[in-house]
Structures are given as structure tokens and as C-alpha cells.
């Protein structure tokens, strides 16, 4: 009978052992579900994609230098029984980027009785077709592509940027999920601490009222639970606040805060922690090197600034711009048909403007201020470079560091409990006092709030390590 009894207490605990083992996974808050929420929802997140986009609307802005511009205009005056003038002047202007050049197709009808002979023309108008040419100054590069490029080059700036907010947003949230992390089973820890405290206190006070413990036992025991008690209330405002904490980055897809359930949990506490292995620094600082945000952001502003400076160099040519164009008589009004116009050699316009300062000293101080800005730059390369490599190296040692640590505490823990269990043995025996069982276990918990610290710790060096190279992966 008593064997069928502690059979059916066997199944009914592990019945109530797998049920709770259910409910904490389904309850269990991983930091991968935080990830899928907060690359989703989180507002700072969508704000860090604007920056891309701003970029790609400012080059859009600079291709507007390159649109065709069509522009037309009419005059006509008449006073009494004369037509004093009557004007159209139409052009289409093409930019053009090869050369810098402009390609222009224009119409002009100007007559009338006091019309400026210069610019008369037949009644049937003057077309003409023809190209703007610069052959020193801007024929390289010139302020409208000056300006594209730049603002190409920005787009790879603002994505460097875009990725730098990302990383340090990530970074921040699971700096405070380790942190809810840590303050959650250090609560579990010492909530069981306390029904440890309690259970014994309240055996050791019958005891003593049967006489058989002396009563200051049941003294020692109550200043214990009172102790835990103490640290009991600490980490319960500590876990609501981890967990409000955490909460600030909650977002549903409506844009609207979310709270982190009370019943949410963290995953169980890691038995081992792996050794970071060397390949991981090398890697980390080769992609460090070549595509951390800041260095990438570095290394566009220095494209910027080369093309400036070619920029600059190209406005120490003079200006030498060349115009032409060839004139034709419209001979008919049926539409823009191209055997209606008569183009030739015989009939053009040129034009040569040339000019040149004497000093260049305006055109020369720009292009010294972007060489010292060349040069400003790659010493902060430079400096950028190392102090990046020396951080992603040192958090390395840090993490290695965690590791060798976890590892002596996971057997000092183990240790820790052998003599909780050898000196709970002599207390049975009449050997000890309770107040090296409490010494005891109140030095077990505390090594175990510390194994939770340092794994805390780990994962939050870990972020560190990943954040520091310039990645979140």
C-alpha cells in the first residue's frame, strides 16, 4: 500500500513538474522574439530608414540640373494703326554631361514696325539648333555634376549612418533584455531563498517549543529570513523596473506601446558557456576594417571631398565657353517637320566668351582648405581605424574573460553544495549550528546571483564585442 501510494505522489509531482515545464516555455521571451518585434515595429528603427531615403530624394534633386528646360515667351505691342513689335522667343535647353555642354533647339519670330533690326526676323519666324561648349572652366567637371555625385556618394554616407543607429539601438535593447534577465532569476534565486528561510524557521520554532532545539536557534533563524526577506523586496522593484525598462522598446504594428506581460520569462540559466574562439576576433576585425559604419562614413566623406577638390583644381582654368548654332527660315506653319527648315553652314551663329582673374586667390584658397580637409581626414581615418580595432580586440579579452570566470564559479557552486549537504548532515547529527547552515546556503545563494551576473555579463560583452566591430550579428 505504502509503495502504491509513493507512486501515485511520484506521477502527480511529475505530472505538475511537466505541466509547469509547459507553461514556462510557452511563457519563455527569447531575444529572438524581441528582435522580430523591435526590426519591425520600433519606431526608431523606421526613422534610421528615412535617412537612406533622404539620401536617394537629395540625388534625385541633383538630377533635376540634368532635366531639359523648355521656356517661351511673347511680347507684342501695338499703339494706333502700328504694330510697334511682336515677339516669340521659344528654346529647349538639353544638358548634356558629357563636356558640360548644352544643347539648345530655339525658335524666334520678331517683327514689327519698330523692331531692333539686330533681332528682326521674317514673318515666317528663324529656327536654329545648337550647343554650348565650355573649353576650359567646367569642361572636366562643372557645378552640376559637381553636385550629383556628391549626393551619389551621400547615399552610401547616409546607409553607413542608418546602420550605425541600428546597431546602436539593438545594442542599447539588449544591454536592458540581459539586464531583465539577470534581475529576473536573481528574484527566483532569492524567492526561493526565502520559502527555504521560512520552511526552516518554522520547523526549527516547533522544534524549540517541544524543547528539542534551543530557542535561540529559532533567533537565528527569523534574523535570516527577515535578511532575505530584505533582498526579496530590493529585487522585486528592481525586476518591475528591468521589465518597464524593457517594455520602452515594445511596439506593435498599429504604433502603439506595448507592455511585457508579468508572466514573461527569460530562458533557463545556461549550464555552459562556450570559450570564444579566436576566429571569431579575426573575423570580427576584418569586417571591422572594412565595413564598420564609421569607417565606411569616413571613407565617403573622403570621395566627397576628391571630388571637390577636382573640383576646386578645375575652377583655376579660365572660362572659355563656346556657343554655335545653325539658323534656318521656317517656310511653313504646318508643324515641327524637319523638311520644313533648311539648315546649313551658310547660316550661323557663334559666340566666344573668355575670362580669366589674375590672381585666383578665391579659387586657390577653396582648393587649400579641401586638401587641409583631405588631410584632416585621413589622420581621423587613421586614428578611427585603431581605436575601433583596439576596442573590438579588448572586448574580446573581456568576453574570454567571462568565460574563464563562469567556469571557476560553476565549480565553486558545485563545491558550495557538497559542504551545504556535509554540514546539513552534522546539523541532523547534533554536530553543527544553525548558523553555519545559514552561512552556508546564504553563501550558495550568493554564488549563484553571481553565476547569474556573470552570464548576464557574458551576453552583454558579447552584444558589446558585436556592436563594437560594427555589426549586430
Same mark, same amino acid.
Given at each position: 500500500?505504502?509503495?502504491?501510494?509513493?507512486?501515485?505522489?511520484?506521477?502527480?509531482?511529475?505530472?505538475?513538474?511537466?505541466?509547469?515545464?509547459?507553461?514556462?516555455?510557452?511563457?519563455?521571451?527569447?531575444?529572438?522574439?524581441? =528582435?522580430?518585434?523591435?526590426?519591425?515595429?520600433?519606431?526608431?528603427?523606421?526613422?534610421?530608414?528615412?535617412?537612406?531615403?533622404?539620401?536617394?530624394?537629395?540625388?534625385?534633386? +541633383?538630377?533635376?540640373?540634368?532635366?531639359?528646360?523648355?521656356?517661351?515667351?511673347?511680347?507684342?505691342?501695338?499703339?494706333?494703326?502700328?504694330?510697334?513689335?511682336?515677339?516669340?522667343?521659344?528654346?529647349?535647353?538639353?544638358?548634356?554631361?558629357?563636356?558640360? $555642354?548644352?544643347?539648345?533647339?530655339?525658335?524666334?519670330?520678331? %517683327?514689327?514696325?519698330?523692331?531692333?533690326?539686330?533681332?528682326?526676323?521674317?514673318?515666317?519666324?528663324?529656327?536654329?539648333?545648337?550647343?554650348?561648349?565650355?573649353?576650359?572652366?567646367?569642361?572636366?567637371?562643372?557645378?552640376?555634376?559637381?553636385?550629383?555625385?556628391?549626393?551619389?556618394?551621400?547615399?552610401?554616407?547616409?546607409?553607413?549612418?542608418? %546602420? !550605425?543607429?541600428?546597431?546602436?539601438?539593438?545594442?542599447?535593447?539588449?544591454?536592458?533584455?540581459?539586464?531583465?534577465?539577470?534581475?529576473?532569476?536573481?528574484?527566483?534565486? &532569492?524567492?526561493?531563498?526565502?520559502?527555504? $528561510?521560512?520552511?526552516?524557521?518554522?520547523?526549527?520554532?516547533?522544534?524549540?517549543?517541544?524543547?528539542?532545539?534551543?530557542?535561540?536557534?529559532?533567533?537565528?533563524? $527569523?534574523?535570516?529570513?527577515?535578511?532575505?526577506?530584505?533582498?526579496?523586496?530590493?529585487?522585486?522593484?528592481?525586476?518591475?523596473?528591468?521589465?518597464?525598462?524593457?517594455?520602452?522598446?515594445?511596439?506593435?504594428?498599429?504604433? =502603439?506601446?506595448?507592455?511585457?506581460?508579468?508572466?514573461?520569462?527569460?530562458?533557463?540559466?545556461?549550464?555552459?558557456?562556450?570559450?570564444?574562439?579566436?576566429?571569431?576576433?579575426?573575423?570580427?576585425?576584418?569586417?571591422?576594417?572594412?565595413?564598420?559604419?564609421?569607417?565606411?562614413?569616413?571613407?565617403?566623406?573622403?570621395?566627397?571631398?576628391?571630388?571637390?577638390?577636382? *573640383?576646386?583644381?578645375?575652377?583655376?582654368?579660365?572660362?572659355?565657353?563656346?556657343?554655335?548654332?545653325?539658323?534656318?527660315?521656317?517656310?511653313?506653319?504646318?508643324?515641327?517637320?524637319?523638311?520644313? *527648315?533648311?539648315?546649313?553652314?551658310?547660316?550661323?551663329?557663334?559666340?566666344?566668351?573668355?575670362?580669366?582673374?589674375?590672381?585666383?586667390?578665391?579659387?586657390?584658397?577653396?582648393?587649400?582648405?579641401?586638401?587641409? !580637409?583631405?588631410?584632416?581626414?585621413?589622420?581621423?581615418?587613421?586614428?578611427?581605424?585603431?581605436?575601433?580595432?583596439?576596442?573590438?580586440?579588448? +572586448?574580446?579579452?573581456?568576453?574570454?574573460?567571462?568565460?574563464?570566470?563562469?567556469?571557476?564559479?560553476?565549480? +565553486?557552486?558545485?563545491?558550495?553544495?557538497?559542504?551545504? =549537504?556535509?554540514?546539513?548532515?552534522?546539523?541532523?547529527?547534533?554536530? +553543527?549550528?544553525?548558523?553555519? &547552515?545559514?552561512?552556508?546556503?546564504?553563501?550558495?545563494?550568493?554564488?549563484?546571483?553571481?553565476? &547569474?551576473?556573470?552570464?548576464?555579463?557574458?551576453?552583454?560583452?558579447?552584444?558589446?564585442?558585436?556592436?563594437?566591430?560594427?555589426?549586430?550579428?
Amino acid at each position: 500500500m505504502k509503495q502504491l501510494l509513493l507512486a501515485i505522489c511520484c506521477l502527480f509531482f511529475l505530472r505538475n513538474a511537466h505541466a509547469q515545464a509547459v507553461a514556462d516555455t510557452a511563457n519563455t521571451f527569447l531575444l529572438g522574439d524581441l =528582435q522580430e518585434i523591435v526590426f519591425q515595429n520600433h519606431p526608431i528603427i523606421k526613422q534610421a530608414a528615412l535617412l537612406s531615403e533622404s539620401a536617394r530624394a537629395n540625388v534625385m534633386q +541633383s538630377l533635376g540640373y540634368f532635366d531639359p528646360l523648355l521656356k517661351a515667351g511673347f511680347n507684342r505691342k501695338v499703339f494706333g494703326e502700328s504694330e510697334y513689335y511682336n515677339r516669340w522667343d521659344s528654346e529647349l535647353k538639353i544638358p548634356l554631361w558629357l563636356a558640360g $555642354a548644352d544643347l539648345k533647339i530655339g525658335y524666334d519670330r520678331n %517683327v514689327g514696325d519698330y523692331t531692333n533690326p539686330e533681332t528682326r526676323t521674317s514673318r515666317a519666324g528663324l529656327a536654329g539648333i545648337g550647343i554650348n561648349i565650355p573649353l576650359g572652366q567646367g569642361f572636366l567637371i562643372d557645378a552640376r555634376r559637381n553636385t550629383l555625385r556628391q549626393a551619389k556618394i551621400m547615399v552610401n554616407y547616409a546607409e553607413a549612418e542608418r %546602420v !550605425k543607429q541600428i546597431n546602436a539601438l539593438w545594442f542599447e535593447i539588449v544591454q536592458d533584455y540581459w539586464d531583465w534577465y539577470e534581475t529576473y532569476h536573481q528574484f527566483r534565486l &532569492i524567492s526561493e531563498g526565502v520559502d527555504l $528561510a521560512q520552511t526552516r524557521f518554522r520547523a526549527i520554532s516547533r522544534q524549540s517549543a517541544l524543547g528539542d532545539k534551543a530557542t535561540i536557534d529559532s533567533v537565528e533563524a $527569523a534574523i535570516t529570513v527577515q535578511d532575505r526577506l530584505i533582498q526579496f523586496e530590493k529585487l522585486k522593484i528592481d525586476l518591475m523596473n528591468a521589465r518597464l525598462t524593457l517594455s520602452n522598446h515594445l511596439w506593435n504594428k498599429e504604433a =502603439q506601446p506595448l507592455e511585457l506581460p508579468e508572466n514573461a520569462r527569460p530562458p533557463q540559466v545556461a549550464q555552459l558557456i562556450l570559450k570564444p574562439e579566436k576566429q571569431l576576433l579575426d573575423s570580427l576585425l576584418g569586417f571591422a576594417l572594412q565595413e564598420h559604419p564609421e569607417l565606411v562614413k569616413l571613407r565617403a566623406k573622403g570621395e566627397q571631398l576628391a571630388i571637390e577638390r577636382s *573640383y576646386r583644381a578645375e575652377m583655376l582654368k579660365p572660362k572659355i565657353n563656346i556657343a554655335g548654332s545653325l539658323l534656318s527660315s521656317r517656310t511653313s506653319f504646318s508643324g515641327f517637320v524637319p523638311d520644313r *527648315y533648311d539648315f546649313n553652314t551658310g547660316n550661323y551663329k557663334v559666340g566666344l566668351e573668355f575670362a580669366f582673374p589674375l590672381f585666383l586667390r578665391s579659387e586657390r584658397g577653396k582648393l587649400r582648405e579641401v586638401k587641409i !580637409k583631405q588631410l584632416e581626414l585621413q589622420y581621423d581615418l587613421q586614428q578611427s581605424g585603431r581605436e575601433i580595432r583596439n576596442t573590438v580586440v579588448a +572586448s574580446y579579452n573581456k568576453l574570454d574573460t567571462y568565460s574563464e570566470q563562469l567556469g571557476i564559479q560553476v565549480k +565553486s557552486i558545485a563545491n558550495q553544495e557538497v559542504l551545504l =549537504q556535509g554540514e546539513s548532515s552534522k546539523f541532523e547529527l547534533g554536530e +553543527s549550528t544553525l548558523f553555519l &547552515i545559514n552561512a552556508r546556503e546564504t553563501k550558495l545563494i550568493d554564488m549563484k546571483i553571481k553565476r &547569474i551576473e556573470m552570464i548576464a555579463g557574458y551576453q552583454q560583452t558579447l552584444a558589446e564585442l558585436y556592436y563594437k566591430a560594427g555589426t549586430r550579428r
